[in-house]
């Protein structure tokens, strides 16, 4: 026997509402209590709920899923959530519970939400926003720790510190870098005060402004006094490490820079912050 001609195959037995069906041409249709699960089109597309699939694989069906993994505990789901009407990804870890790590609003612009119950969200590339220029890219994003240091410009001083805090956030490459120091016991070193060891280099580049970078102070007791009218500014050098303090007049043409400070007093303390590109 070359072939069998039917247009339906089912169970010998007498359940004659599940089986294969063959009646329209070119077309395979699997069925269930008498209900179609799934059908192969003339093209090759498969339809799951979907009897006329538009891609190579088509999966409809209310809260049904697609289901990847090696076990019911351990597994990923792809689906239509038909209670909040969004596109879920939702994983399934043993002794875990279920996490849903991506969600789309089932709405026109609808957000998008990543690792919904919280966790690292990691990639290997950059984020452009508003754009796809390498000027829309956020590509790095990094806090972290640093030491800052009472330093001098030609030679260091020694001081015994109670204090040398510094923490640091940077967002591309801007830097936003605070400090807070407190020590005594200061003597010796030479040359203009600074603080060092800031955690970034300062850039080089002139397009972004290095020379402009500014500090802020909010308590400077450690700072040698001024004349009179002169107020307290820090800034960063291109291609450096450290801010320098420097004091600033006004005069009749405006406010002008009068020198960098020389040096620290013996004991107290400095906090602030400053914002530079790298």
Do not use: C
């Not at 993994?69 to 789901?77: A, E, F, Q």
């Not at 700072?223 to 420097?246: D, H, I, K, M």
Request: aromatic content about 8%; proline content about 2%; cysteine-free.
């Amino acid at each position: 026997m070359s072939e069998v001609k039917t247009d339906s195959v089912v169970n010998v037995s007498g359940d004659n509402d599940s089986g294969i069906d063959l009646s329209t041409n070119d077309v395979v249709a699997i069925k269930t209590a008498d209900s179609e699960r799934l059908r192969v089109a003339s093209d090759g597309k498969v339809g799951i709920g979907d009897t006329t699939p538009d891609d190579t694989l088509t999966i409809y069906g209310g809260t049904q899923r697609l289901r990847v993994g090696n076990s019911d505990s351990n597994h990923v789901r792809i689906g239509r959530n038909s209670t909040s009407g969004n596109f879920e990804m939702m994983r399934t870890t043993s002794g875990a519970t279920d996490q849903v790590f991506f969600k789309a609003a089932e709405a026109n612009n609808g957000s998008i939400t990543l690792q919904e119950g919280g966790g690292s969200v990691i990639l290997g590339g950059d984020i452009r926003i508003g754009g796809t220029g390498t000027s829309n890219a956020l590509s790095d994003y990094e806090q972290g720790t640093w030491t800052p240091v009472l330093g001098r410009s030609s030679s260091n001083p020694s001081f015994t510190y109670t204090e040398q805090l510094g923490a640091y956030i940077k967002i591309g490459n801007m830097v936003w870098a605070t400090f807070d120091i407190t020590a005594n016991s200061g003597s010796g070193g030479s040359g203009d005060a600074q603080i060092q060891g800031l955690p970034f280099t300062v850039t080089n580049d002139n397009a972004d402004m290095a020379g402009y970078s500014r500090a802020a102070f909010r308590s400077a007791s450690i700072v040698p006094s001024g004349s009179a009218g002169n107020t307290l500014n820090g800034f960063a050098q291109r291609n450096a490490t450290y801010v320098s303090l420097e004091r600033q007049n006004s005069g009749t043409s405006g406010y002008a820079t009068a020198g960098n400070f020389n040096g620290w007093n013996a004991s107290g303390r400095i906090t602030g912050y400053i914002i530079y590109s790298v």
